[in-house]
């Protein structure tokens, strides 16, 4: 039977933590999510609790699941409600255009149809090309429109689906507080013993 100083000896940090994530499972990555964003959270999370015991390290496991399983619905809802943000954006765009003599120019200029035209400044201006917003500025204001009164049909649309990734979200979020109150408490707990 080991001694009870060689059954506490700390293997090296780096080497511990390898094995005991590596053990645990790869990282849960689905279409759309990087390795190299997963890295760079855990990265943070060990940082942050720099695990010295098993439990801590599982917990360290358990809090970068939890925070990685947060990002994605938020993530994901973003990209759900820029889709169809996107497709009313262009819809409001293509009669804006089709009335207005300067873009019908510019559409000529460019040789292509005021379809494609607005298509094209709607993808430019969600990202952010200057020109682009200048040019949807105008065009609203024009008629008086904001991009709220664009926008508010499509989160009308879908608010249930939107309360669905919120539930979502708030759970991964009470889930990953109550890990850290209960990470913090231990790491409490042992600081005192060491005092």
Known sequence: MASPSARTKVVPLSAEISSVFDLLHDAPLMAGEHVADYEALLTVVLREINPSTLVEQIAARELLSLMWEERRPRRL??????????????????????????????????????????????????????????????????VHLSMDEVVAPVFVRHIKTMQDFDHLITSAVQHRNRLISDVERRKDQRQRLVE
Do not use: C, M, P
């Not at 300067?102 to 709607?122: F, G, H, M, P």
């Open 77 to 142: 809802r973003d990209a759900y409600i820029n889709r169809d943000v996107e497709h009313g954006f262009q819809s409001k765009l293509e009669k804006l255009v089709e009335d207005d003599d300067t873009s019908l120019d510019e559409a000529e200029r460019l040789n292509v149809t005021s379809y494609i035209y607005a298509k094209t400044l709607t993808r430019h201006y969600l990202a952010k090309d200057l020109q682009a917003v200048s040019e949807v500025t105008r065009l609203f204001s024009e």
